[in-house]
């Protein structure tokens, strides 16, 4: 399922091959997000022209709508929404515990499952790992995540502790399930999905090695971190994988969950041994106007990102651009940059536009992926 194809000699970093129902894709690897079955503003077209070789979705949300009975009947999640390449799913535990944060009464989590009200409807729906693990199943994902509990970084340890021993149990759970339909689908001639677990535990290492050793002793084909910590506060991330990295079996996958919110980001945790990641912020800060910008070097230190803009983002709104002839990045290869001014961009947003929600999207995510080609040249060569 995972081929190691080389590994650097200057760090962590590593080269694979993941074999899925949908065929291979190559690690390290950004996923662009497509929630609700599309990567918004973007089709599957766009998504073969800028590179990308797997996306994923939210079970939980396709559960709500349109339902995961509906996108069986109509033949998968791949022919539903017409990708043709691998596509991860996320079990939504993410999901239920931001429904249940800031006091909010929309989620209530129990050592069962969570139970949730619906924000489209109203509906009360209860998700067990069992339940969910059917959903992933029926949605027909190549790779499906475990239930879980997301650890909420402003929570005692106490707690932390008993939501990841929660998540431990579900994982077992949902193991379970997973193991039950392969033995179903064997009989039906449906191919089954490859199963992550997830390890939590905060922003505290010794839960999260606690975790680690407790998730790795399980027959998963990849593995995960999970929580809110990770991606959002890096400097906490990359402790937590430098001290863990060594805890974890180097034939299976490493992914860090929604990590990718800077090109920067990845790059260091790419020479930190993880192999797969995603995140929301690319596509979403491009629809706000926010563009990366800078030269993706191959340097004796790496690859580094030289940029004169701050955190190697440009505002496209600025009055600056509307003049500006120039690509958005002079070195880019996407569709946006190869046709398109920064001024016409500028007038495209300034004017609400639908067509600056697909040039801007495309740039940020074909930006994201020429790093990602970078840093595997660059592991290629070391």
């Known amino acids: 399922m995972f081929k190691i194809i080389k590994q650097s000699n200057k760090d962590q970093g590593r080269l694979g091959e993941i074999t899925t129902n949908h ?11 497509g929630t609700l ?6 089709g599957p077209d766009d998504l073969e022209t800028i590179g990308a070789e797997i996306i994923l979705v939210n079970a939980l949300h396709l559960h709500l709508r349109p339902g995961e009975e509906m996108i069986e009947y109509l033949g998968g999640i791949h022919k539903f929404m017409g990708f043709k390449k691998p596509i991860l799913s996320d079990s939504g535990g993410f999901q239920a515990w931001s429904l249940s944060k800031k006091g909010s009464k929309l989620s209530k989590i129990n050592d069962d499952g969570v139970e949730f009200k619906s924000p489209w409807d109203g509906n009360i729906h209860f998700i067990t790992p069992e339940k969910a693990i059917e959903i992933e199943h029926k949605i027909g994902s190549d790779i499906i995540m475990t239930f879980d509990e997301c650890s909420p970084d402003n929570s005692d340890k106490d707690y932390i502790r008993q939501s990841m021993l929660r998540t431990h149990r579900w994982a077992e759970r949902s193991l379970k399930e997973h193991q039950k339909l392969i033995e179903q689908e064997k009989n039906s001639g449906k191919k089954s999905p490859l199963l992550f677990g997830i390890i939590q ?12 050793k407790f998730i790795s002793s399980l027959s998963f084909d990849g593995y995960a971190l999970g929580g ?14 430098e001290e863990i990295k060594p805890l974890i079996p180097q034939d299976k996958p ?23 990641f995603d995140c929301v912020n690319p596509a979403r800060i491009a629809r706000h106007g926010d563009l990366y910008t800078g030269k993706i070097i191959i340097s004796s230190k790496g690859v580094e990102i030289e940029s004169e ?51 801007a999207t495309i740039h940020n995510l074909r930006y994201m992926l020429r790093v990602i080609n970078a840093l595997r040249e660059n592991i290629k060569n070391t």
């Open 37 to 42: 079955a599309s990567v918004k503003a973007i």
């Open 23 to 33: 065929g291979i894709f190559h690690t390290p690897i950004f996923m662009p997000p």
């Open 201 to 212: 535990g905060g922003p505290f290492l010794d839960l999260r090695k606690e975790s680690v």
């Open 309 to 359: 803009e701050k955190e190697g983002i440009i505002n496209i709104s600025n009055s600056r651009y509307r003049k500006d002839n120039k690509p958005i990045d002079e070195d880019c290869d996407c569709y946006t940059c190869k046709n398109f001014s920064r001024a016409y961009l500028n007038h495209l947003y300034l004017n609400k536009e639908p067509l600056y929600l697909r040039l």
């Open 228 to 241: 809110e910590t990770i991606g959002y506060n890096m400097k906490k991330t990359l402790e937590i994988i």
């Open 254 to 276: 490493l992914y860090a969950m929604g990590l990718g919110s800077n090109p920067r980001d990845v790059i260091e945790v790419v020479k930190r041994g993880v192999d797969m």
